[in-house]
C-alpha cells in the first residue's frame, strides 16, 4: 500500500491554522481568569459549551486568516519562481497579526470598561477622536500596548517565513498532479471547518448565546468575528432619543406608564395581577401556524373551506376577529411575539442583530414553569436561536434530528404531523415525570413553498378547487391551498392527541399566524383590505383549551405584541414590562390598537389599526383611512382631525419608542422578573 505523503505547504498552512487557533483559546481562557468575577458557581456545568462552541468561532477566525496564506502556497507550488512574494507574504502577516491582537487588547479594555465585548459601535469613538484618545492614554497602559503589538507583529512574521521555509523544502512539492488534490481537498477542509457545525446552516453569532448568563455568551463570543456581525446593524437600527422623547406623553398614557417621566424615558409598568388565591397555574402552549392570514379562512373562505379546523376551534374558543401581525415575515413575528416589541428594523430582522439580543420577557416571572420550544427546522434560521436560548430562562430547545420519531418532509424539515406529534409526546412525557406547569412554543413551516404534503398524512385527501377559484379567493394555486389544508389537517391530529394527555384539562392554546400573505384578487375580502395591504398583516388569534368557559368573539384591535401579557393576565401573575404588548383582554382599561410597518416597501410604510380606522404614512405622504367603507382609499384627515393627529402620534410614537426598546429592554436581575 502506497504511504501517503502530506506535502510541506499543505502541513504549513494548517500549522499556520492550528497555531492561531490555540493562541485565540488561550486568550479566551485568559478573558475567563481576568473577568473571573463575573462567573456565578450556577453557570460552571455550562463552561464546557461555552469552550466548545467559543473553539469553532476561534477556528473560523483562524481559516479565514490562513486564506491568503493557502493562495499564495497554492501559487508557489504551481509556480515556484514566485519566490518574490516571500517577504511581502511576511510583512502582510506580521500587520495582520498585529491588528487582530489589537483587537483582543482592545476587547479587554472594552468589556473592562462596560461589561460587553468589543463590536463594531467601537467606531462611536472616532466621532470624538481626541477626546476618547485621550482617555485611553489617561486609564490603559498604552505604550506597553503598543510596544507588545510590535513584537507580537515582529514574531508573527518570523513565523509565516519560517512556515514558507518549511512548505517548499522537499523537491517534490512542485508536482502539479499531487498538488492539485491537495489544493481541492485543503479547500473542502478550510470550508468544512468555517462552515462550523453538521447542519443545514452554519455556526451562526446566536450559537453563543447558548445561555441566559450574560457572562457565559460574552465568553463565547470571538471579538473580531463580533465586530463583523454587528457592523451591518449599527447604522441601519440605530434610534432617535429625540423623537421619541417627541412623542412619549402619548405613549406613555397608551402603554399605561407607572411614573411617566419624558427626561428619563421610563415605560415600565408593574402588573400586580390577581390576588394569590385567584392566581392560575394553566399550561400554555403558543402555536405559530405559518401564515395563518384572515384572508385566507374557512371564516371569509366558507365555500372553500381550506380551514375547518381552525374554524371549528374558533367557534367554540375566544376568537380575535382584528387582530394583526405587525410586520411580515416569521422571524419578525417570533421577536415580537416573545419579546413583545414590534419588529420594525429596516435591515434584515432583529433576531439576527446580536447587538439587541438581550430581551426582557415577560414570561420569565413564571419561575415554577418548565420552558419548550419546538420547530420542525433548525433554530438557526433567523438566528432565532439567539432570541430564545438567551431571553427564555432554561428552555428546552426541539429541532430537526433532536427528535425521537421524525422524517424530513423538504428544506423546511419535518412535516407538521409529525413536528406536533413529538410536541405532544414530549409534553405529556415531561409533564407526568415533572409534574409542573408548562410554557410551550410550538412553531411550524410546512406551509411554504414547496407545498410539500407528506407520505404520512394521518388520513389527508388533497382538493382540487382549479386554478381560477384558487386565485380568487387568495390563493396562488391549488398546491398552496391544499398545504394551508394539510397545515389545517395536522392541528386537528394534534388536538385529538392532547385532547388524550395529562396535560390538557389545565393548558391554554394560544393559536395565529405568524404574519399575514398578500394575495391581490382576494375576491372573499373587502376591496380596502387588499389595497391598503391590511392582508399582509391581519391574522387570527384563538384563545382555545379547556379552562375557556365559554366562547367569545373579541372585535377590539390587537396585535402580537399583546399576546404574552395577555397570557399573562388569564394566569393572573404579576410580572413587570417596559414594551410595548399589554393584555388584549383587560378592556375597557387598555385602548385598542396595532402599529404596523411595511419594511418591504421603500420607502418604508408605517401605520396603526384602531377598530376601521386605519393611519398610514409612507414617505411624507400620510392620510387617515375607514377601510371598511366603499370608498376606503378617500383620505379623511381634515374631516376628523382630531382622530387622526392621535392615532398619527400612537404611529410615529410606537414606531420610534419600539426603535428605543431594543436597547433599552435588558433583563432585569432574576430576583425583579
Not at 394521518?458 to 391549488?478: P, T
Request: charged share 20%; proline share 5%.
Amino acid at each position: 500500500m502506497k504511504k501517503i505523503v502530506l506535502p510541506g505547504w499543505i502541513k504549513a498552512y494548517f500549522g499556520f491554522i492550528l497555531a492561531n487557533w490555540l493562541i485565540f483559546t488561550l486568550m479566551r481562557v485568559i478573558f475567563l481568569f481576568v473577568f473571573r468575577a463575573a462567573l456565578v458557581p450556577q453557570a460552571y456545568p455550562e463552561l464546557w459549551e461555552t469552550f466548545y462552541v467559543g473553539a469553532k468561532f476561534d477556528m473560523r477566525l483562524a481559516c479565514a486568516l490562513a486564506i491568503p496564506l493557502g493562495l499564495y502556497f497554492t501559487v508557489y507550488a504551481f509556480w515556484h519562481k514566485a519566490q518574490w512574494l516571500r517577504k511581502g507574504m511576511a510583512v502582510l502577516y506580521g500587520v495582520l497579526e498585529a491588528l487582530v491582537m489589537l483587537v483582543y487588547f482592545a476587547d479587554f479594555a472594552h468589556y473592562s470598561y462596560i461589561s460587553m465585548r468589543i463590536n463594531s459601535s467601537i467606531a462611536k469613538y472616532s466621532e470624538n477622536a481626541l477626546i476618547s484618545l485621550q482617555m485611553a492614554w489617561e486609564t490603559y497602559p498604552l505604550v506597553w500596548g503598543v510596544l507588545a503589538l510590535l513584537v507580537w507583529g515582529v514574531l508573527s512574521g518570523l513565523f509565516v517565513n519560517y512556515l514558507q521555509k518549511k512548505a517548499f523544502a522537499q523537491p517534490d512539492s512542485y508536482r502539479w498532479k499531487g498538488n492539485l488534490g491537495w489544493f481541492f481537498g485543503g479547500l473542502l477542509l478550510t470550508g468544512a471547518l468555517m462552515f462550523g457545525q453538521l447542519s443545514q446552516y452554519p455556526l451562526r453569532w446566536s450559537n453563543a448565546y447558548h445561555s441566559t448568563n450574560n457572562f457565559i455568551c460574552n465568553l463565547t463570543l470571538n471579538p473580531v468575528l463580533n465586530i463583523y456581525d454587528t457592523a451591518r446593524f449599527v447604522k441601519a437600527d440605530s434610534y432617535d432619543e429625540e423623537k421619541t422623547r417627541q412623542y412619549y406623553n402619548t405613549v406613555s398614557a397608551y402603554l399605561g406608564v407607572d411614573n411617566p417621566n419624558p427626561e428619563t424615558l421610563n415605560f415600565e409598568r408593574v402588573i400586580a395581577g390577581k390576588p394569590a388565591d385567584e392566581q392560575k397555574d394553566y399550561n400554555i402552549v403558543i402555536i405559530f401556524m405559518e401564515s395563518l392570514a384572515w384572508n385566507k379562512l374557512s371564516i371569509t373562505n366558507p365555500d372553500i373551506d381550506p380551514t375547518p379546523f381552525v374554524k371549528e376551534l374558533a367557534d367554540k374558543s375566544i376568537l380575535f376577529t382584528n387582530f394583526f401581525a405587525p410586520t411580515s415575515a416569521t422571524a419578525r413575528a417570533v421577536f415580537a411575539t416573545i419579546t413583545s416589541i414590534p419588529d420594525v428594523t429596516s435591515f434584515k430582522t432583529s433576531s439576527r442583530n446580536p447587538l439587541i439580543v438581550d430581551q426582557h420577557v415577560v414570561v420569565n416571572a413564571l419561575k415554577d414553569y418548565e420552558k419548550y420550544f419546538f420547530i420542525g427546522g433548525s433554530a438557526s434560521w433567523g438566528n432565532i436561536r439567539g432570541i430564545l436560548e438567551h431571553n427564555l430562562s432554561g428552555v428546552h430547545m426541539y429541532e430537526e434530528g433532536h427528535f425521537k420519531n421524525e422524517h424530513r418532509n423538504d428544506v423546511w424539515g419535518i412535516s407538521d404531523l409529525d413536528l406536533f406529534r413529538e410536541a405532544n409526546r414530549i409534553l405529556n412525557e415531561e409533564q407526568q415525570a415533572k409534574k409542573k406547569p408548562f410554557f410551550a412554543v410550538i412553531q411550524t413551516a410546512g406551509y411554504h413553498r414547496p407545498y410539500t404534503i407528506p407520505e404520512d398524512n394521518a388520513g389527508f385527501e388533497v382538493k382540487d378547487i382549479g386554478e381560477q377559484l384558487a386565485l380568487k379567493r387568495s390563493f396562488v394555486s391549488v398546491a398552496e391551498y391544499n398545504s394551508l389544508r394539510f397545515s389545517d389537517h395536522a392541528l386537528r391530529e394534534f388536538f385529538k392527541l392532547a385532547e388524550k394527555s395529562d396535560y390538557y384539562p389545565n393548558t391554554l392554546f394560544f393559536i395565529f399566524g405568524d404574519h399575514g400573505l398578500s394575495a391581490p384578487q382576494s375576491e372573499n375580502m373587502p376591496r380596502g383590505y387588499v389595497d391598503l395591504n391590511l392582508i399582509n398583516h391581519q391574522i387570527p388569534l384563538i384563545i382555545a383549551g379547556a379552562p375557556i368557559e365559554k366562547p367569545q368573539v373579541i372585535n377590539r384591535t390587537a396585535s402580537q405584541v399583546d399576546i404574552l401579557p395577555t397570557a399573562m393576565g388569564l394566569l393572573g401573575r404579576p410580572y413587570f414590562t417596559r414594551a410595548i404588548g399589554r393584555d388584549a383582554l383587560a378592556e375597557p382599561t387598555v385602548e385598542p390598537g396595532s402599529l404596523l410597518y411595511g419594511w418591504a416597501s421603500s420607502p418604508a410604510t408605517i401605520g396603526f389599526v384602531q377598530g376601521e380606522y386605519y393611519y398610514h404614512r409612507q414617505g411624507d405622504k400620510e392620510g387617515l383611512y375607514k377601510f371598511t367603507d366603499d370608498n376606503y382609499n378617500k383620505d379623511i384627515s381634515k374631516q376628523d382631525p382630531e382622530r387622526f393627529d392621535h392615532m398619527k402620534k400612537l404611529a410615529l410614537g410606537l414606531y420610534e419608542t419600539s426603535r428605543y426598546q431594543f436597547y433599552h429592554n435588558q433583563k432585569r436581575d432574576e430576583k425583579d422578573n
